[in-house]
């Protein structure tokens, strides 16, 4: 790929890699009868959802905002071919002044809690849509990422067992409405994890499933990553399917865009303390957000572990953190400014979670269309910066 001729900081989303991404998907939902929903705080690149459109069965919201660019950006150009997608959406807690737009987009709403189904439900059901909760299975099944597990004591994110049972005691009305039962406790995990996960939801909330029509077991499945045990993701759809005869819906936000883009970026100059560092155009703290949040090093094109090659460099950002750091890489020859760098799998959680901390430029974003043609689809410029500053 030809980066030389790209503004920079940019990045970059490879249209065929989206694409093969989209096949594993649709693959799963051929051979189970799944349905599978992109989950848009991931990756809401809108350029590529009339292509996500032809493969997924939709898309979930995190709010309004998903749930419209959702419903004007996916569904309605997907109608028009005369495909119907499907608009989730769920929110820890809805708002009286969003609700009505949210009922005009959205055909699924799932909830957090039984005051949040008290309080929205009737509506929601009296206007046809399909009605979830969110259940917390208190099943941890990953390590050392608190902040991503929902399942941790004291979790916000969906009904107990316990709490299930005591709001049931107060009244069943709530019950009533439900179509559906949803949940959400993996991130980057196999589908062992996702089993495990089964038996908790089985032996907590079992005695509720046959009632529903669908369960959803939410995202964080690395469906499209290299070794994902797909066979055993299926078992676990079949497994739900035929013994409750429920619909299944999946919500990777990950999986839809995993590797599928990159960051490039510029080196602007390099200096040296104990270690050699280069200063680059793009920022951890405003761009890659995720490196310092996970945190994780990301992958870089043509570049090797600190010490593995001649010339070991600390990659750091522009801004006034310190720890603006992006990882150690070492490369071939040394780094010199004007030098262009490329990191990988930078489609997901990357342009959603940008910011002008430092009155930093946010990256371009550009295209490369499976002809190999690159375009660039938006650049920013100051008035965006301004834009939301007052
Ligand atoms: C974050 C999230 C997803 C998507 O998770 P990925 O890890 O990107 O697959 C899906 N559903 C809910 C409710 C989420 O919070």
Redesign the pocket.
């Known amino acids: 790929m030809d980066f030389a001729q790209l503004p920079t900081p940019c990045y970059v989303v490879d249209e065929a890699l989206i694409e093969r991404n989209l096949k594993v998907l649709k693959g799963v939902m051929e051979r189970t009868g799944a349905k599978i929903l992109l989950?848009q705080?991931?990756?809401s690149m809108y350029a590529l959802y009339p292509l996500i459109g032809e493969y997924l069965c939709g898309a979930?919201a995190?709010g309004l905002y998903e749930a419209r660019l959702c419903g004007e950006e996916m569904a309605a150009p997907m109608r028009a071919k005369g495909r119907m997608l499907e608009n989730h959406i769920?929110s820890p807690a809805y708002q009286e002044k969003d609700f009505q737009e949210i009922l005009r987009y959205c055909d699924h709403i799932?909830f957090n809690s039984w005051n949040q189904l008290e309080r929205f439900g009737r509506q929601a059901k009296e206007t046809g849509k399909s009605i979830g909760l969110?259940i917390n299975p208190e099943c941890s099944t990953q390590e050392g990422h608190a902040i991503?597990d929902?399942c941790a004591p004291g979790s916000r994110?969906g009904v107990t067992q316990d709490g299930f049972q005591r709001a049931l005691s107060r009244g069943r009305e709530g019950l009533s409405w439900l179509d559906g039962l949803?949940f959400?406790t993996?991130?980057?995990q196999d589908s062992d994890d996702l089993e495990k996960t089964l038996d908790a939801v089985e032996e907590k909330f079992g005695a509720y499933l046959s009632a529903m029509k669908w369960i959803?077991f939410?995202?964080?499945?690395?469906i499209t990553r290299e070794g994902y045990d797909i066979p055993r993701l299926e078992r676990c759809i079949r497994r739900m399917q035929e013994k409750y005869g429920l619909t299944v819906y999946l919500?990777?936000?990950?999986?839809?865009a995993l590797n599928a883009g990159f960051l490039v970026t510029a080196v602007l100059e390099t200096l040296e303390n104990g270690i050699n560092i280069a200063i680059l155009d793009a920022s951890a703290a405003c761009h890659m957000p995720d490196v310092l949040e996970m945190p994780y090093r990301p992958p870089l094109l043509e570049s090797g572990q600190p010490g593995e090659k001649a010339f070991t460099y600390r990659l750091a950002g522009p801004t006034c953190l310190a720890g603006d750091c992006i990882g150690d890489y070492s490369f071939a020859h040394p780094l010199h400014p004007g030098d262009r760098l490329c990191f990988g799998d930078m489609a997901?959680?990357s342009m959603v979670k940008n910011n002008t901390f430092n009155g930093m430029p946010l990256p371009a974003i550009a295209l490369r269309r499976k002809s190999g043609e690159c375009v660039i689809v938006r650049e920013f410029g100051y008035q965006d910066f301004r834009e939301r500053l007052s």
């Open positions: 989950a705080k991931a990756f979930t995190s769920f799932v969110r991503y929902p994110l949803h959400h993996l991130c980057e959803n939410g995202g964080g499945h690395h919500e990777p936000g990950e999986a839809v997901i959680y």
